[in-house]
């Protein structure tokens, strides 16, 4: 199973930024996705965004289209999600994941079984 670590979470003002980064063991970024997923009090765990190993194909749930980019640096197996403009809507518990298997792209939004799975960064957004 692949060891992913988040960091970067926080309390922001509503309009500010964060940026999230997900570190993965050596071969994380080399197959499947890593996807980002949040879990707000009383709501499903979402998809927020997603990218492909194979090509990089992206994926963006509605709600952050515009305000959040996923990036990766393989070199640093590392993938990052730098969140602007947040809004008081955005707080949870955010987590990254990746799969062996998985596709992602503006089409295909990730699954929520992903094989593994990273502890979890608390996002705050308040004035």
């Known amino acids: 199973q692949e060891h992913l670590v988040e960091s970067g979470g926080g309390l922001v003002q509503p309009g500010g930024s964060l940026r999230l980064s997900c570190a993965a063991s050596?071969?994380?970024?080399?197959?499947?996705?890593i996807g980002w997923f949040r879990q707000a009090p009383g709501k499903e765990r979402e998809g927020v965004s997603c990218?492909?190993?194979?090509?990089?194909?992206?994926y963006y749930a509605e709600s952050v289209q515009g305000r959040f980019v996923i990036s990766r640096d393989t070199a640093k197996n590392t993938v990052y999600l730098q969140m602007d403009n947040l809004k008081p809507e955005d707080p949870g518990v955010y987590s990254c994941?990746?799969?062996?298997?998985?596709?992602?792209?503006?089409?295909?939004?990730?699954?929520?079984?992903?094989?593994?799975w990273g502890q979890g960064t608390q996002v705050t957004v308040s004035s």
């Open positions: 990218i492909s190993n194979s090509d990089g194909s992206i």
């Open positions: 994941a990746a799969d062996p298997d998985s596709y992602c792209s503006d089409s295909d939004p990730p699954h929520p079984d992903f094989a593994s």
């Open positions: 050596a071969f994380s970024l080399s197959y499947g996705a």
